[in-house]
């Protein structure tokens, strides 16, 4: 089981990133998946949320900015970033979990210039 984020990079304050998370050896629409984020000193924190129903839910500092969602076709679970703040730069993970069973990508970094 392989979950492989990427699309991170270095960008403006207002510009945009598109992360992408794709699973090998899990098939992501059995799971629920999340993206979160750690900042230097900081605790990881959920960001987004995309049920195996397809709700998502997101932490109130990227809400209207930020949108998940999963193409199963493909097996990618996306986060769409919009309006890029300095306070996003972290290293964004992306997770399946499913009954108690966690599976966490490697992490991408973003950062967000001022």
């Known amino acids: 089981v392989q979950l492989q984020a990427s699309g991170g990079g270095l960008v403006q304050t207002g510009e945009s990133l598109r992360l992408s998370c794709a699973g090998s050896?899990?098939?992501?629409?059995?799971?629920?998946m999340g993206w979160y984020r750690q900042a230097p000193g900081k605790q990881r924190e959920l960001v987004a949320t995309?049920?195996?129903?397809?709700?998502?839910n997101y932490v109130d500092s990227v809400e209207g900015r930020f949108s998940i969602s999963r193409d199963n076709a493909k097996n990618t679970l996306y986060l769409q970033m919009n309006s890029l703040k300095p306070e996003d730069t972290a290293v964004y993970y992306c997770?399946?979990?499913?009954?108690?069973?966690?599976?966490w990508g490697q992490g991408t970094q973003v950062t967000v210039s001022s």
């Open positions: 050896g899990i098939r992501l629409s059995l799971y629920s």
């Open positions: 997770k399946a979990y499913l009954r108690g069973v966690e599976h």
């Open positions: 995309f049920t195996r129903g397809g709700s998502t």
